[in-house]
């Protein structure tokens, strides 16, 4: 079985400030990692994916996330928070096999303030 | 990004009628997968297809069946539909290439 876990459901930062969003996952196997951003009234669109190659891995608009085995997380960072990133956020989880089915997070809803 | 679309993008109906949601993909990708989004609950998945003819249950499979006679095309239907079925469903599609999933823009279903 494979779970994630994205800790806030609402995170707030000023224009220009650290973005820092959380997840944990459960996977019995080794995982794959995806974050997807979801603009107003449109589909998911990926940011960025991890699938155990380098551990560092960044994406689009200036976001990354580190895989950190240990502790069992993938959160997503960009160093300078902008208007146009606020967005609703999804981590998931899939592995290969099972028909690939990915397991999304509850979502984090990112608000920037001037 | 992969050419996916759904139709309709919004629908209303009536409690106990059928609805069948469309998923047309252009990339030939193997598997297809329909998702419904409701607050706090993130997408949660309701049966996926990996191939033509071949499909199986997701998570909240209840009350919803699907088909898939061409590569391209996933329908998803709701035999009779309830109240709890009102949603946003979302379909995706995956490449096998870079195991990733890629979505449509979704469609919003209010069971009146």
Redesign the interface.
């Known amino acids: 079985a494979q779970s994630v876990t994205q800790l806030g459901s609402h995170v707030s930062v000023s224009e220009g400030a650290l973005v820092l969003l959380r997840c944990n996952y459960s996977s019995s196997v080794p995982p794959y990692l995806f974050w997807y951003v979801q603009y107003p009234n449109q589909g998911l669109q990926l940011l960025l994916k991890y699938t155990s190659a380098a551990t560092l891995v960044k994406g689009i608009n200036g976001f990354e996330a580190e895989f950190k085995k240990s502790e069992t997380s993938f959160h997503l960072t960009k160093p300078s928070a902008h208007m146009s990133d606020a967005a609703e956020y999804f981590c998931a989880v899939s592995r290969t096999g099972g028909g690939n089915k990915l397991t999304f997070g509850t979502g984090t809803q990112l608000k920037v303030e001037l | 990004?992969a050419g996916i679309t759904q139709s309709p993008r919004h629908k209303v109906t009536e409690t106990g009628t059928p609805v069948t949601l469309r998923c047309h993909q252009t990339e030939n990708h193997r598997?297809m997968?329909w998702?419904r989004q409701d607050p706090?609950?993130?997408?949660?998945?309701i049966h996926?297809s990996?191939g033509v003819k071949d499909t199986?249950k997701?998570e909240v499979s209840d009350g919803y069946s699907v088909s898939r006679s061409k590569t391209e095309d996933f329908l998803l239907t709701l035999e009779s539909a309830t109240s709890s079925q009102t949603s946003v469903y979302?379909c995706?599609s995956?490449q096998d290439s870079?195991?990733?999933?890629?979505?449509?823009?979704?469609t919003r279903l209010t069971v009146l």
């Open positions: 990004d598997y997968y998702y706090g609950h993130g997408l949660r998945l996926y990996y199986d997701g979302f995706a995956r870079t195991d990733t999933q890629y979505f449509g823009p979704g």
